[in-house]
C-alpha cells in the first residue's frame, strides 16, 4: 500500500461517503498518503443508481487530485451500480462513455455485485 494512493468511497443513500464530509474525509486521507506522487486508486462501491452522486464524487476527485493524476488514475468500481437508485443507465452510460471520454488513460474495472447480476437476471 506504500506505492499508492487507495481512495474508498461508496456513493448510496445514506453511506458515510455520500455526505460532502465523509467524501472529503475520505479523499484527505489519500492526499495525506507519503504516496501522494504514486499512481492513484479509486475503489468504489454502492452506487445503487444515484448518477448524480457519482458525478459529484469524480468532481472532488477530480478537485483533490488534479486532471493528470485522475487520468492516470485506476478506478475500480465494486459492484452494485444499479437496484435502489433512479438512474441506473446514467451511472452506466457515466462508467462506459463519459469517464473514458473524458479521460482517456483512465484504467477502469467493474466488478458485478449481487444486485447488478439479479439485474441483468431479471431483465
Known amino acids: 500500500l506504500s506505492r499508492m494512493s487507495i481512495l474508498s468511497a461508496g456513493v448510496s443513500r445514506g453511506s458515510r461517503a455520500s455526505t460532502p464530509r465523509g467524501a472529503a474525509g475520505v479523499i484527505r486521507a489519500a ?13 468504489t462501491g454502492d ?18 487530485l488534479g486532471s493528470e493524476r485522475l487520468s492516470e488514475a485506476r478506478v475500480v468500481f465494486l459492484g452494485d451500480l444499479c437496484y435502489r437508485g433512479p438512474d441506473t443507465k446514467g451511472v452506466l452510460e457515466f462508467i462506459a462513455s463519459e469517464l473514458p471520454e473524458k479521460y482517456p488513460a483512465i484504467e477502469l474495472r467493474v466488478l458485478a455485485g449481487n444486485h447488478d447480476l439479479a439485474h441483468l437476471h431479471f431483465s
Open 47 to 64: 452506487v445503487h443508481g444515484h448518477s448524480k452522486k457519482l458525478r459529484h464524487l469524480f468532481q472532488r476527485l477530480h478537485s483533490a
Open 31 to 43: 492526499m495525506r498518503s507519503d504516496a501522494s506522487r504514486a499512481r492513484a486508486t479509486v475503489l
